[in-house]
C-alpha cells in the first residue's frame, strides 16, 4: 500500500506540477478536469469510493487540490525570489509596496499589484505573483529570514486547513 501511495503521489505530483503555474487564472473548467485527475488517482490508490469526500483522501497522500497547487507554486518561487533575488529578471517583475503614508500595514512584505489592461495580463506572473503572496496571512509572510523549508511547511499547513 505504501508503494502505491508513492508510486501515484509520485506519477502525479509531477504531471500536475509541471508549470502548473501557467494555470493561474485559467477557467474553473480545466481546473476540474486536472482535479478530477487527482481525484481519480487518490481513490484508486486509497481504494475509496466515489460517494466518500475526498479531501481527506488528498490530506492522507499529502496532495494539495489543484488549484491550492498552483497558488502553492506561485508562493514557494514568490518566496525565493523575495530572499535570493535570483533569477533577476523574475525579480526585477515584483516591487514591495512603500505606502506614502505610515500605516499598520507598512512593516508587512506586501507587493505592488500592477493594473492590469487586459484579462491575459492577469494571467502573468508579475499579476499572480503579487495577489498570492499579499493574500497569504502575515506570520507566513512577514519574516523573510527563515529558510525555504520552513516556509514550504507553513504555507502547506495552511493550504490544508483551508481545504
Given at each position: 500500500?505504501?508503494?502505491?501511495?508513492?508510486?501515484?503521489?509520485?506519477?502525479?505530483?509531477?504531471?500536475?506540477?509541471?508549470?502548473?503555474?501557467?494555470?493561474?487564472?485559467?477557467?474553473?473548467?480545466?481546473?476540474?478536469?486536472?482535479?478530477?485527475?487527482?481525484?481519480?488517482?487518490?481513490?484508486?490508490?486509497m481504494t475509496t469510493s466515489k460517494?466518500?469526500?475526498?479531501?481527506?483522501?488528498?490530506?492522507?497522500?499529502?496532495?494539495?487540490?489543484?488549484?491550492?497547487?498552483?497558488?502553492?507554486?506561485?508562493?514557494?518561487?514568490?518566496?525565493?525570489?523575495?530572499?535570493?533575488?535570483?533569477?533577476?529578471?523574475?525579480?526585477?517583475?515584483?516591487?514591495?509596496?512603500?505606502?506614502?503614508?505610515?500605516?499598520?500595514?507598512?512593516?508587512?512584505?506586501?507587493?505592488?499589484?500592477?493594473?492590469?489592461?487586459?484579462?491575459?495580463?492577469?494571467?502573468?506572473?508579475?499579476?499572480?505573483?503579487?495577489?498570492?503572496?499579499?493574500?497569504?496571512?502575515?506570520?507566513?509572510?512577514?519574516?523573510?529570514?527563515?529558510?525555504?523549508?520552513?516556509?514550504?511547511?507553513?504555507?502547506?499547513?495552511?493550504?490544508?486547513?483551508?481545504?
Amino acid at each position: 500500500m505504501d508503494d502505491a501511495k508513492a508510486v501515484a503521489t509520485a506519477l502525479v505530483s509531477s504531471r500536475l506540477d509541471y508549470s502548473n503555474s501557467v494555470l493561474s487564472g485559467t477557467s474553473q473548467s480545466n481546473l476540474n478536469k486536472l482535479q478530477r485527475v487527482e481525484n481519480a488517482v487518490a481513490r484508486t490508490v486509497m481504494t475509496t469510493s466515489k460517494r466518500e469526500h475526498i479531501a481527506p483522501v488528498l490530506a492522507e497522500l499529502h496532495l494539495l487540490p489543484v488549484a491550492a497547487r498552483i497558488d502553492f507554486k506561485i508562493a514557494i518561487v514568490t518566496f525565493n525570489l523575495l530572499t535570493t533575488e535570483q533569477p533577476s529578471y523574475l525579480r526585477e517583475l515584483l516591487q514591495l509596496h512603500q505606502p506614502s503614508q505610515s500605516l499598520r500595514s507598512s512593516n508587512h512584505n506586501l507587493l505592488n499589484i500592477p493594473r492590469p489592461r487586459t484579462a491575459f495580463v492577469q494571467r502573468s506572473f508579475s499579476h499572480a505573483a503579487p495577489r498570492v503572496w499579499n493574500s497569504l496571512p502575515h506570520t507566513i509572510t512577514d519574516d523573510l529570514n527563515i529558510a525555504a523549508p520552513v516556509f514550504k511547511s507553513r504555507l502547506k499547513r495552511r493550504s490544508y486547513q483551508y481545504q
